[in-house]
């Protein structure tokens, strides 16, 4: 008894069959979560070659925290030689160790504090621009916008070229969770591979430039990496892009999404909205309910290291397992009423950053930027609704709306 | 009441001393200062020991009483 669907069978675990990167109305995979979770801790998916889903928050944290079993050798569940490398997202320890101790500290809250008054200064720019308008798509003028320059600003990348990064962004997800190949029928991402390539040859001039012309490497991030050493030798070309390639798809989407599902929530819930403006000190709570309930990893793949019987189910080495943050942010056994968004909900511990080794290195500059984005907003655009007729739909996989029509009195 | 934040299981998500900054305080790398140590918890604090333990993502934090 091979495969993982055969296995799954044996040990009465139900079946399911979903490309998870197939676009959707929005909301559908948060409630496919919920559902997900009411069936079983863990699901078979007829998908791919056939894969894992976990849903408990009890289970999905442990595959975080067991990298010896759980391997992060790949990511995507529908793809266990993944085509592209995340450093350090892609290691398991300790050879993430070294990088997560380089990455760390431009990402502290006392750094990111320091920062803070240049996220300000971007939000309210772009908030001026926006709101004499009297309405418009948020995603494209907001959400996309203040994570980019945000991040850009902060590693010292040229803000010239913020167009061509949202761009490749956005061909790269597209591809991501295969939903390029799915729209396309014939299995290529052609879209993807180009702007991986033109990522590559973005960052291949960044580093020749830091290493001809170099800036201080205690506030120049690309000054710092190019003469980052692990045991006393400088990291590779390849290692290099593999960690600004994961900065990059790690600092752009995951903060605009969540921007996205926040602003989402508040037009059609206008009561939260004006609690939040009433009660500036709940906005950070807000953010958690948001952070949990709307988590934009719908999961994190994980590969099997060695044959293991697990709760149940028999692990073989190389199965590839989805453990959902999702479904874990809404298990019924960690939050009362999970479903519901609170925006005072007391308990805050959720998997929207993941857990272990891996957990989510930019959260405190993430939280930042959503709290001070949505601070900004509110400030020149305190009420505001969906526009009638708007058609909200959401990308699978890192889930986030495509579009949010938004309208307000200017 | 004790609290211990387990060392192997912290990994400075920082809920801890943002929720309950009367008992527990950041250093300078964004981890609780009081990793992988037990303190004594005056009794006033105890819903403050609570707090953190409930927003740890990792589980890191245990809380005992004594007697």
């Known amino acids: ?410 | 009441m004790k609290l211990h934040i387990g060392a192997d299981r912290c990994t400075g998500h920082g809920r801890c001393y943002t929720l309950a900054p009367q008992l527990l305080a950041e250093d300078d790398e964004g981890f609780v200062s009081v990793r992988g140590q037990s303190i004594d918890v005056p009794g006033d604090l105890e819903p403050a020991a609570l707090v953190a333990r409930g927003a740890c993502p990792e589980g890191a934090i245990s809380l005992t009483q004594q007697n």
């Open chain 1, 1 to 410: 008894m091979d495969s993982v669907l055969e296995r799954g069978k044996a040990s009465g675990c139900p079946a399911m069959s979903l490309h998870f990167a197939q676009p959707q109305p929005a909301g559908f995979y948060h409630r496919k979560a919920s559902e997900l979770n009411a069936g079983a801790p863990i699901w078979i998916n007829d998908n791919a070659q056939g894969y894992w889903v976990v849903t408990t928050h009890e289970l999905v944290r442990e595959i975080f925290q067991t990298p010896e079993i759980f391997g992060s050798e790949s990511i995507v569940p529908s793809a266990p030689d993944q085509n592209f490398v995340l450093i350090p997202t892609n290691l398991d320890p300790p050879d993430n160790g070294p990088y997560r101790k380089f990455l760390d500290p431009w990402f502290t809250p006392r750094a990111v504090r320091a920062f803070e008054p240049q996220i300000r200064a971007i939000a309210r720019r772009l908030v001026e621009e926006l709101a004499p308008t009297g309405g418009d798509d948020v995603v494209q003028r907001f959400c996309l916008r203040l994570p980019t320059e945000a991040f850009m600003t902060m590693v010292g990348l040229p803000i010239k070229d913020i167009d061509s990064f949202v761009d490749w962004v956005e061909a790269f997800f597209r591809g991501y969770g295969g939903e390029e190949a799915l729209a396309r029928g014939d299995g290529q991402q052609p879209e993807m591979e180009a702007a991986l390539a033109s990522l590559d040859t973005y960052m291949r001039g960044i580093f020749a430039d830091r290493l001809a012309n170099p800036r201080d490497p205690e506030t120049d991030f690309f000054t710092a990496l190019v003469n980052f050493e692990i045991d006393g030798r400088r990291i590779t070309e390849e290692q290099r892009q593999g960690v600004s390639l994961l900065l990059i798809i790690a600092g752009l989407d995951t903060t605009r999404a969540h921007l996205g599902w926040l602003l989402y929530h508040l037009a059609q819930n206008p009561e939260d909205r004006k609690r939040v403006q009433a009660e500036p000190e709940l906005l950070p709570t807000a953010i958690e309910e948001s952070l949990r309930l709307h988590a934009m990893i719908m999961g994190s793949g994980r590969k099997v290291r060695q044959d293991l019987h697990w709760h149940g189910v028999d692990l073989r080495k190389g199965d590839m397992v989805y453990a959902l943050n999702t479904a874990a942010n809404r298990d019924p056994a960690v939050y009362e009423d999970p479903d519901v968004f609170k925006v005072d909900r007391k308990i805050t511990g959720h998997l929207g950053f993941a857990a272990g080794p891996h957990r989510c290195s930019g959260m405190h500059f993430a939280r930042a930027e959503l709290r001070i984005g949505i601070e900004e907003f509110h400030r020149l655009i305190p009420d505001y609704r969906i526009a009638d007729g708007a058609e909200l739909t959401e990308r699978g996989v890192e889930l986030s709306l495509h579009r949010l029509p938004l309208v307000w009195s200017s």
